[in-house]
C-alpha cells in the first residue's frame, strides 16, 4: 500500500479530533507478515529475525547485525560484551533518555553525565574533559537522528583506547558524510565499535518494542548473541551432537533478550518503506523549518550541512525571554488545541535517583539545562498531512503571538 494512502486511513486527524505525538505507519503488508509467522506455527526467534537481521544489515551496510527486544537491552548486551563492570566509567551526554544510563549502573558502572551542544549532541569537548583512568567507552546519543560528531568521537575513543558504542535509537537511516550509521565504512577507528537501534512504537520504524545491535568486530558480535539468550552456546551442539538440538551449553550468564518472529515479521515489512518514511519526515521538517523561520520567539533545530537527519524528532525551542508564558504553560495551550507534544528529554542528571545516587545537582550541566527549559517536540510522522504540519504551524504561531513579552 502507498503510503499516501496510508495516510488517509483508519484515523481522522480533522481537528475535530486530536493529533496525537506520534503515530505508527502499519499497512496490510505487515499485518500479512504478521499473520503468516502466526499460521506458521513458530512465534518466538526463528526464521523471521534470521531474514530481519539479514535485511537490516544489508540496509545499514554493516557486517553483524542481532536482533534484540528493545534498544535498552542491546546497550546492555553491548557494554557487558565489552567487559565493561565495577569500577569503569562510561562517558553519556545528559540530553537522554534514561536508559541509556540505566544499563550503565546495572553493570555496577559509573556514568559519568556530559553536556551538549547547540544542536543537542554531545560535544568532543565534553567527552574529552571528562575522560579519566577508569574511563572505558563512549556513549554518544544520535539525538533526534542527526548524527554526532563521529570524526572527532572516534579520534578520542582512538588516542584513549576507549570502546564506543553508539545510541542510535533515534538514527536508523541517518548519515554521516554520506554513511550510515552503524555502517562498515563510517570509520577506520581502532576502537571497538558497536551501534544500536530502537524499534519502539515512536520510531521511525517499528516493531512494536525492539532493537537492533550492530558491529564490525565478529568476536564481539558472537559474544553479544550468545548473551542475548541466556549465555547458551549454539556452537556447543553444533560440536557436540550430530543430530541433537536438544544440547547446549552454558558459557556465560546471559540474558533473555531475543527478538521473536511476530515482532520481526513487522520489521521485515517496516524496513522496506523506511526511506519513504524518512522522506516524508525530512519533507514535513523543511516546511516546518520555512513557517517557523518567519516566526519571531521560536528557534528551529540546528542541521549539520555534513549529516542526513532523518527527523525522528522536529525539536523546537522557545525564546522563553520574549514570551509571557513558559514551556509548560505553551504546551498546555497546544494541546487545547487539539495538538500532542512532548519533551526530549529531562537531563539525566536531574533525575532524583541520578542525585541521590551520583552527586549531581542542578547548574552541573548549565547548555543541556538551558536547553531543557525550552524545547518541545512537536508531531512529525509519515500519517500527518501537509495539512496537519499546516495546523500546528499556525497554532504555534496563535499561541505566540498571543503570549509576546517578557513574564512579569
Ligand atoms: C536516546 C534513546 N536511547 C535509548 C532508548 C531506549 O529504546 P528502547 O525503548 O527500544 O529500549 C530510547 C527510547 O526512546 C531513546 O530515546
Redo the contacts with the bound molecule.
Keep these: 500500500m502507498d503510503i499516501m494512502d496510508d495516510r488517509s486511513v483508519r484515523i481522522d486527524l480533522s481537528r475535530a479530533d486530536f493529533l496525537p505525538f506520534s503515530l505508527p505507519t502499519i499497512g496490510d503488508e505487515e499485518i500479512a507478515e504478521v499473520v503468516d509467522t502466526l499460521r506458521s506455527g513458530w512465534v518466538t526467534s526463528g526464521p523471521k529475525v534470521e531474514r530481519f537481521e539479514e535485511a537490516f544489515a544489508e540496509y545499514v551496510g554493516c557486517s553483524h547485525a542481532i536482533a534484540v527486544n528493545?534498544?535498552?537491552a542491546g546497550l546492555h548486551i553491548a557494554l557487558s560484551a565489552l567487559g565493561i563492570g565495577a569500577g569503569d566509567e562510561v562517558i553519556i551526554p545528559t540530553l537522554?533518555?534514561c536508559?541509556?544510563a540505566n544499563v550503565v549502573v546495572h553493570l555496577n558502572a559509573r556514568p559519568v553525565l556530559v553536556d551538549v551542544g547547540e544542536d543537542f549532541n554531545v560535544t568532543p569537548e565534553a567527552i574529552e574533559a571528562a575522560i579519566t583512568s577508569r574511563t572505558k567507552a563512549i556513549l554518544p546519543?544520535h539525538y533526534g537522528g542527526q548524527a554526532c560528531d563521529l570524526e572527532a568521537i572516534y579520534e578520542l575513543a582512538d588516542r584513549h583506547e576507549m570502546a564506543v558504542v553508539e545510541?542510535a535509537?533515534?538514527a536508523v537511516g541517518s548519515k554521516y558524510r554520506g554513511m550510515k550509521v552503524g555502517g562498515s565504512v563510517l570509520h577506520p577507528s581502532r576502537a571497538r565499535r558497536v551501534a544500536v537501534f530502537?524499534?519502539?512504537a515512536t520510531k521511525n520504524m517499528t516493531t512494536g518494542?525492539g532493537?537492533m545491535i550492530v558491529t564490525e568486530d565478529g568476536e564481539l558480535a558472537e559474544r553479544m548473541r550468545l548473551l542475548s539468550l541466556h549465555g547458551m552456546s549454539r556452537d556447543s551442539w553444533k560440536r557436540y551432537t550430530a543430530q541433537g538440538s536438544w544440547y547446549y551449553e552454558v558459557v556465560a550468564a546471559g540474558y533473555k533478550d531475543n527478538m521473536t518472529d511476530i515482532q520481526a515479521a513487522i520489521g521485515i515489512q517496516q524496513l522496506k518503506k523506511l526511506d519513504r518514511f524518512i522522506a516524508l519526515r525530512q519533507e514535513y521538517a523543511r516546511l516546518y523549518d520555512q513557517a517557523f523561520a518567519g516566526v519571531e520567539a521560536v528557534q528551529i533545530p540546528i542541521r549539520h550541512p555534513d549529516r542526513d537527519h532523518i527527523y525522528h524528532l522536529y525539536v523546537l525551542r522557545l525564546c522563553l525571554e520574549q514570551l509571557s508564558i513558559d514551556r509548560a504553560q505553551f504546551v498546555a495551550a497546544l494541546r487545547e488545541r487539539k495538538i500532542g507534544t512532548s519533551v526530549h528529554f529531562i537531563p539525566v542528571h536531574l533525575h532524583p535517583y541520578y542525585r541521590e545516587q551520583f552527586g549531581y545537582r542542578a547548574g552541573d550541566l548549565p547548555s543541556a539545562e538551558a536547553i531543557y527549559q525550552r524545547i518541545v517536540s512537536l508531531p512529525l510522522y509519515p500519517r500527518m498531512s501537509v495539512a496537519d504540519v499546516d495546523y500546528v504551524f499556525k497554532a504555534v504561531e496563535h499561541v505566540i503571538g498571543m503570549n509576546k513579552g517578557k513574564r512579569s
Aim: hydrophobic share 25%.
Design positions: 528493545s534498544c535498552t537522554t533518555f536508559s541509556t546519543v545510541d535509537a533515534h530502537s524499534f519502539y518494542e532493537g
